[in-house]
């Protein structure tokens, strides 16, 4: 599965980005979605992720609220839209693909060692 994302950038604290993150190759149907991120110095850690299956959604509590993922089958592609954001969102932010057999294996432990492919990081950095 080869992941392209797009939409990283330099904001304010309180104002919003999407990112993009599109599927070449086998299609939504057949991965479940995740977004990652990783601040300098920290490790990558989950944000939020969507089912292929049922389109359920979880979110990390640091971002519950405020962010919200969604996909468009058509573009084969998954977003991630974030709302009122503060400094501490700034870091890099990957896009993964997590076998749908195994989704809720990933769901107990969210450890990136489950992930097929990622995508190659979109930075953003929130700061006045």
């Known amino acids: 599965v080869h992941l392209v994302e797009s939409g990283g950038g330099l904001v304010q604290p309180g104002e919003s980005l999407t990112l993009a993150c599109a599927h070449g190759g086998p299609t939504l149907d057949y991965f479940a979605t995740a977004w990652f991120r990783q601040a300098p110095g920290k490790e990558r850690e989950s944000v939020s992720g969507?089912?292929?299956?049922?389109?359920?959604?979880y979110y990390e509590d640091s971002v519950k609220g405020r962010f919200t993922i969604f996909r468009d089958h058509g573009k084969n592609t998954v977003y991630l839209q974030m709302n009122s954001l503060k400094s501490e969102d700034t870091g890099t932010y990957y896009c993964?693909?997590?076998?749908?057999?195994?989704?809720?294996?990933?769901?107990?432990?969210?450890?990136?060692?489950?992930?097929?492919?990622w995508g190659q990081g979109s930075q953003v950095t929130v700061s006045s």
């Open positions: 969507i089912s292929r299956s049922d389109g359920s959604t």
């Open positions: 993964a693909s997590i076998r749908q057999g195994i989704w809720r294996q990933f769901l107990t432990e969210k450890n990136p060692s489950y992930v097929t492919s």
